[in-house]
């Protein structure tokens, strides 16, 4: 079962329009695009670092609103603007010495799919375009910006044993 599989995962790669969001784009008056986000993938990425699961964001878009908000989840390794991601990501995982066949490619359109051909698991949200879906390993039931991202960290770093820490929780 391919779950079984995310529990080898050392770096998990994100693609930002349709995957960290639902792919709609507002432009305000002053032509600034605006992007929603969902809060609980936010936090898992947040939690994913803390617990030592690198998270990667690599998009071809190019906005210093995105740029901000994942600086502030503690994203070290974001990479807008890109036009050849394979390459980039190759680059990446040498200076982290982490296998290709190591790594979850989170992505939903064509500028993906190399990477997505070359990682060990390539997965998808409910709404990416076919030909994304047909390479997938993993397809959520969720859509892009609809806390994908949440259920592919959560379900990677509970197969890692590295989701919960109840230690500083307190008992009522």
């Not at 039931?141 to 109840?166: A, C, H, M, P």
Request: charged share 25%; net charge negative; proline share 2%.
């Amino acid at each position: 079962m391919i779950l079984q599989e995310f529990a080898r995962i050392k770096a998990i790669v994100v693609d930002v329009d349709g995957v960290l969001t639902d792919g709609t784009v507002q432009v305000d008056e002053h032509g600034e695009q605006l992007r929603t986000f969902n809060v609980k993938d936010g936090y898992a990425m947040h939690l994913a670092i803390s617990r030592g699961l690198p998270i990667i964001v690599i998009s071809g878009g190019k906005n210093a609103g995105v740029q901000r908000r994942l600086e502030g989840l503690g994203i070290q390794e974001i990479h807008l603007g890109v036009a050849d991601k394979l390459a980039l990501l190759r680059e990446i995982l040498l200076r982290f010495k982490i296998e290709l066949q190591d790594v979850m490619f989170i992505g939903d359109d064509m500028p993906d799919y190399h990477c997505m051909k070359a990682v060990g698991i390539a997965a998808c949200p409910a709404d990416a375009v076919e030909e994304i879906k047909l390479i997938s390993q993993y397809v959520s039931g969720k859509s892009g910006g609809r806390g994908v991202v949440r259920e592919l960290i959560e379900k990677t770093l509970k197969l890692q044993n590295k989701w919960f820490d109840d230690s500083h929780v307190k008992s009522i």
